[in-house]
């Protein structure tokens, strides 16, 4: 938390100020709040001031930063104090509460908001569909509730004019698997709709319109900003009562009784002269009103229009009569009956939310105990110019959670130390339960003593319940009216009452309390609406079956059943393990960024704060159980780490300490460490941070090291397994291999014949040595039965095959090659006497040894000039010949200057020889026998054989366009296959030579 709470933003806990003045925590808490920190710790409290601005603190990357964090390894946050909430519940298995509290518009339900989207949020890595229905109606009831029990107040402008109290169930691995919501309804509003939704319903878009809406119509943002805020409410809790599960039919119900609300709080009363035809009586301003409330719950005009102008009563005798109404009865009914369906349609939403969030199918015998994460966000501490029956209740409500809290945070505090037997200073600090029990008290209390005006038959006035008030409580120190205090003047006479409350002094003003705390409904309304043909609206009375004559028992009290609901409430949080958020309101004026020091420090006062950082101050800052403490610093002492040898948790926590040399600033509880100064557990933090990535690369070296071995006895398996599986595949295929060529050195084919089998991979390089071996073993028992006369062709053959690289398919490899045909009388029957003296003129001038070949061609030249010569090609010289001259020699190349020869793909004899410093010789073997005989492969062979007896390369290419050079001209020969062809010949094209080859 220190690397990023740093000093320039103040204390992140309030218990680490230097000197606990109210100045010095607020100038702490202003200092925060300009850097953006609006959350800081008191010990395990949560203060949150309001920012009224969006921030970047939310969403799922906080959420990440804050899981499965104890609440001081990051900075103070609303999801840390969910975190210990949530933690806490599914480490010890016990139920846990978050109390959220604040004066109105302080920012409670937004901090009931967030926290309920955290413990959505790291909940159900599974995603199971049942978890995730829960979640949704958790957070989709927030909508729900808020539009029918929020307001807009001059003070806030989602004011929570009712409480929520929600439990969320978990199982025993920390997933929701339902919930239940308790409310605590005071007042009762509605605005927006759809225009066709209006039209329907017989309203306005102007709110102003309606009674009931007046008031809060110029509470509104302002221009059509204000409208496109509603509008999207609107939309956002359609959409939420779709998620949660409300049927169409139900919701439209739902909008047609809050219309007929707001048309019921516009009927006006008026009284009907007595020499009129009713002779005096009450009638309806405006009756079309009276049709649409009909209208909108399914009920008879006329007895809508009975039930509002006069009540039936039964006589003693079980007579029926009918009483009608003065206006101011009629209005009181009215009104009476307006509060009565709007409170019973709130009920009936939140009763519906509880039956679909409610756990399905679950046995605790089966599925085990249940633990639950209680929520609760209530309306806050509120002080108005005129307060009344409303404010009182509000109030009496914060007395009560501030009586839980000092009970449970306070007064726990010291009691804690007395129970492990540490001696400390008490801490005074001021308990209200003197003003809760002015207000609940029994018999005397200001409620029980309302509800004894209220039951009293008798013309008994809010006057008279004040003087009574003032007869029981003249001396009580936190009441005091006008009629006890005759010199202040801020109180009225007859009137007002004030109560010193822990927040401060207010003054109410008893008018209304009666009627407001009696709040009776006539039972003409009950009947009425439970026999309504809307089901909705009808399951909303099931008293209203009851028939007239039958004696009832007398309803409780608007006060009686708040106060019990308080007690309950009271009870169940304090049977839970407490988390408290303490929310504070910056300004009056709603505006970002601005800290009213004087506004604030009123509140820091009445909410206890600086008690809070007292008690903490004066005792000890922190306490741990010693095994926690330990399993956190252990390991940073030698005699604790990894385990202590000691006789008990408690030496060892005392050797830690003393190493630390920190002993004197602690105290030994008998379970409990108790810490006095922060500052030792910044010590012991920093120790620990200093040695946790030592720890870390020490676990992570054991752990690889552990690993490693795995690994590596895995793969010292691994490979045994695989080195015997290889020996027997290579035995397998050396057996296979035996067996099959055991007859391989049967003549004639000498294994030509064999199949060799597939060899596993590993043998794959052996086998194909093993086959170039027997290719080689095979030649040498084939060439041992060839005649030394035919080794110098084969060689040739061997050659050309090489050279050619099976680009040429057709070479004549399988004709015997008689190299010399200009000798052969065959191939040159008329001329072969004439190459044969030539021929030896030649041996005697040039001194050559061998023919390597010879055979007429057809030539082209530069000239572009065709003609027949031949060709000759000795071991020391390349010769063109003249045929038609006796072979007269017209050029003679020196066979080392041969550089290497180009010949096509086909049948054709097309060949260009290419000598270093000559032109290229560009011919076609032709006049042969039989005709167009293939002895390309022949000269290729003999010519390459040579070179390589020389030990010099001949460079042999094969390609169908032929590049040549003839003095420098770069050009191209290639060949073209012709039916009509008989013999073949060259043509010259557009720069490029042709060969016109016959073709079969």
């Not at 709130?346 to 633990?371: C, H, L, Q, S, Y």
């Not at 007395?399 to 801490?427: A, M, S």
């Not at 029981?472 to 801020?490: A, E, I, N, V």
């Amino acid at each position: 938390m220190e690397d990023e709470e740093g000093p320039e933003y103040g204390k992140p806990d309030f218990v680490l100020l230097d000197q606990v003045t109210m100045e010095d925590f607020m100038k702490n808490l202003q200092l925060r709040f300009e850097r953006g920190r609006i959350y800081t710790y008191i010990g395990e409290v949560l203060v949150s001031v309001n920012p009224y601005q969006e921030l970047p603190l939310y969403g799922p990357e906080a959420i990440a930063r804050y899981q499965g964090r104890e609440l001081y390894e990051r900075p103070p946050h609303l999801y840390a104090v969910a975190n210990a909430a949530y933690r806490a519940m599914k480490r010890r298995s016990r139920d846990t509460c978050i109390v959220i509290s604040g004066e109105s518009g302080a920012g409670k339900t937004e901090a009931s908001k967030h926290i309920m989207q955290y413990i959505a949020a790291v909940t159900n890595p599974s995603q199971r569909a049942e978890v995730e229905r829960v979640k949704d109606v958790l957070l989709k009831s927030t909508c729900v509730l808020e539009a029918f029990g929020n307001a807009r107040t001059n003070r806030n402008h989602n004011s929570s004019r009712f409480g929520k109290y929600m439990d969320i169930n978990f199982d025993f691995k920390g997933d929701p698997v339902g919930g239940h919501i308790h409310s605590y309804l005071l007042e009762k509003l509605l605005r927006g709709c759809e225009d066709q939704e209006l039209q329907r319903l017989h309203l306005e878009r102007n709110p102003a319109v309606y009674n009931f809406t007046r008031q809060g119509a110029g509470l509104t943002t302002g221009g059509h900003n204000g409208l496109d805020s509603d509008e999207r409410s609107h939309q956002a809790v359609t959409e939420a009562m779709r998620v949660i599960g409300f049927s169409p039919e139900e919701v439209a119900s739902v909008h047609r009784i809050l219309a007929a609300i707001l048309h019921l709080g516009n009927i006006e009363f008026v009284e009907t002269e007595e020499d009129g035809p009713q002779k005096g009586g009450l009638a309806v301003a405006e009756e079309a009103l009276v049709g649409r409330v009909a209208e909108l719950t399914a009920t008879p005009r006329d007895l809508v229009l009975r039930s509002l102008l006069a009540r039936t009563v039964a006589s003693g005798g079980r007579e029926l009569i009918e009483k009608g109404h003065t206006v101011a009865e009629a209005s009181y009914a009215r009104d009476a009956c307006a509060k009565a369906v709007y409170q019973r349609l709130f009920e009936w939403v939140v009763d519906r939310i509880n039956g679909i969030m409610e756990a399905r199918g679950r046995d605790p015998r089966r599925d085990g105990k249940d633990t639950v994460i209680g929520v609760l966000d209530i309306y806050g501490f509120e002080v108005f110019p005129v307060n009344s029956f409303e404010q009182f209740c509000i109030n009496y409500c914060n007395e009560k959670l501030q009586q839980l809290f000092i009970r449970l945070i306070l007064k726990q505090e010291q009691e804690e130390y007395e129970r492990e037997g540490i001696t400390w200073q008490t801490v005074d600090y001021f308990n209200n339960a003197t003003i809760v029990e002015l207000v609940e008290r029994p018999h005397r209390g200001i409620l029980a003593m309302l509800d004894e005006a209220c039951n009293t038959a008798g013309p008994i006035t809010d006057h008279i319940f004040l003087q009574t008030l003032d007869t029981h409580h003249r001396h009580h120190p936190h009441y005091s009216s006008r009629q006890l205090c005759p010199t202040d003047k801020t109180m009225e006479f007859g009137r007002d009452f004030r109560i010193k409350h822990y927040a401060g002094d207010v003054t109410y003003s008893v008018e209304g309390f009666i009627d407001k705390n009696r709040d009776s409904l006539f039972q003409d309304f009950k009947r009425l609406l439970y026999n309504s043909s809307d089901p909705t609206l009808r399951a909303m009375w099931p008293d209203g079956q009851q028939d007239i004559t039958e004696v009832t028992k007398r309803p409780l009290t608007a006060g009686t059943l708040f106060k019990n609901s308080m007690v309950a409430l009271v009870e169940n949080l304090a049977s839970k393990e407490p988390f408290y958020v303490r929310c504070i309101k910056p300004n009056e004026d709603k505006v970002a960024g601005r800290l009213d020091e004087d506004h604030c420090r009123h509140q820091v006062a009445y909410l206890g704060l600086l008690e809070n950082v007292r008690v903490r101050r004066a005792g000890f800052a922190s306490r741990q159980p010693y095994p926690r403490f330990l399993l956190r610093y252990k390991m940073t002492c030698e005699y604790t780490w990894p385990n202590h040898l000691l006789g008990s948790d408690r030496a060892a926590v005392s050797a830690l300490l003393e190493q630390h040399g920190l002993q004197g600033d602690v105290a030994f509880g008998h379970s409990k460490l108790f810490i006095r100064s922060p500052q030792t557990l910044v010590t012991l933090e920093q120790s620990r941070a200093r040695l946790i990535p030592i720890i870390v690369l020490l676990l992570q070296k054991a752990w690889r090291g552990t690993l490693a071995r795995w690994r590596c006895r895995r793969l010292r398996a691994i490979y045994t397994i695989m080195r015997w599986f290889r020996r027997h595949k290579v035995r397998a295929h050396l057996t296979e291999l035996q067996r099959r060529f055991q007859a391989a050195r049967q003549p004639p084919l000498y294994g030509r014949d064999i199949e060799w089998p597939l060899p596993p991979a590993v043998l794959q390089p052996f086998q194909d040595t093993c086959h170039v071996l027997f290719c080689r073993w095979r030649a040498r028992q084939l060439v041992k039965n060839i005649p030394p006369s035919d080794m110098a062709q084969i060689k040739a053959k061997v050659a050309a095959m090489g050279a050619l690289q099976g680009l040429r398919q057709d070479w004549g490899c399988q004709r015997a090659w008689a190299r010399d045909y200009l000798s052969s009388g065959t191939d040159n029957p008329t001329a072969s006497g004439l190459f044969a003296q030539q021929l030896k003129t030649l041996r005697e001038k040039d001194g050559f040894g061998t023919v390597l070949f010879s055979s007429h061609v057809r030539k082209v030249n530069r000239f572009r000039k065709f003609r027949d010569r031949a060709l000759l090609l000795t071991d020391r010289h390349l010769y063109k010949l003249e045929p038609g001259r006796q072979y007269r020699v017209m050029r003679a190349v020196p066979l080392d200057a041969v550089t290497g020869l180009t010949v096509t793909s086909g049948r054709d004899q097309l060949v260009v020889l290419h000598a270093r410093g000559q032109d290229d010789l560009v011919v076609c073997l032709h006049r042969s026998q039989p005709p167009l005989d293939n002895r390309i492969g022949e000269l290729v062979g003999v010519l390459a054989a040579h070179c390589q007896g020389e030990g010099r390369n001949l460079d042999v290419r094969v390609s169908d366009r032929i590049s040549l050079s003839q003095r420098g001209v770069q050009r191209l020969v290639s060949v073209e296959p012709r039916p009509e062809q008989r013999e073949p010949d060259f043509c010259y094209r557009r720069g490029t030579f042709t060969l016109l080859w016959p073709s079969c």
